[in-house]
């Protein structure tokens, strides 16, 4: 959960950094978003869907919000059809009837965000309860299970080398990742890459951080390459992010940074 009240102060603009995932966003019904990319802006009122993106988006918190973030795994849209998209959407924000999405007519979603704000737990408990029925209707078949094979090893083998690892051909391999996320192996590995460095950045001030050894942790040829790498995903230079932290890191899933006040 992360909200801004009326009286915050925090950045106004963070960015939401590229992500293979989907994510339920639970918001009250009246409550504006906005999320903007290469010039595009995607706005509408109350809960949403925020489908795995490529892009990075700029988020409009110029305004006190309230939302509430449900991250499903890599895939997972694929196998619990969700939105009855047959194939996964990119780069797109959806507003969505929860209450209709899950089939809860007691679904009080102020009442929800109340309850997150006072016990995280008793929160988790409900929102399992209430997703259950839904989620256990998931449709696993040849392609989901070799996807979810390959992203458990994604992050510690080469891509080149999946294929024999999972023993079969790497073009099998690459079509049906491809079918069930909606992106390639490389992107999605690109992304999980992005998003542990940025973790490893927040955590360290700026004075700490060594480019050149990021570079190398990280899988980089050299300095120069992580610049051009972090220039095109993000739009600004490595020192430039940490200097200004302007950005929200998996805000609905992982960490996220003091621009908001997570819970």
């Known amino acids: 959960m992360i909200e801004k009240s009326e009286k915050s102060e925090n950045f106004q603009f963070p960015k939401l950094n590229p992500d293979p995932s989907c994510h339920l966003i639970i918001s009250p019904e009246n409550q504006s978003y906005s999320y903007t990319a290469n010039g595009n802006i995607e706005e509408g009122t109350g809960s949403h869907i925020l489908f795995p993106h490529l892009n990075t988006f700029q988020l409009d918190h110029t305004n006190p919000f309230t939302h509430l973030g449900i991250k499903f795994k890599v895939g997972a849209l694929y196998s619990i059809k969700l939105l009855n998209n047959a194939h996964p959407t990119l780069d797109k924000i959806t507003s969505v009837d929860v209450q209709a999405l899950i089939v809860n007519s007691e679904l009080d979603i102020t009442s929800l965000l109340s309850l997150a704000r006072k016990d995280e737990a008793l929160c988790c408990e409900q929102l399992d309860s209430m997703l259950i029925s839904w989620l256990s209707q998931y449709q696993l078949d040849k392609y989901s299970v070799l996807t979810s094979r390959a992203l458990e090893i994604l992050d510690t083998t080469a891509i080149a080398k999946l294929g024999a690892t999972l023993q079969c051909s790497q073009r099998t391999l690459e079509r049906a990742f491809n079918k069930t996320t909606g992106i390639t192996l490389k992107q999605c590995q690109s992304m ?72």
């Open 192 to 263: 999980n890459r992005l998003e542990a460095m940025l973790e490893y950045l927040y955590s360290r001030s700026k004075e700490e951080i060594d480019w050149a050894e990021v570079a190398y942790q990280f899988g980089f040829s050299d300095q120069p390459h992580l610049i051009r790498y972090m220039k095109t995903q993000l739009g600004i230079t490595p020192n430039k992010y940490a200097t200004d932290r302007g950005l929200t890191i998996d805000a609905y899933g992982g960490i996220s940074n003091q621009i908001n006040e997570p819970k």
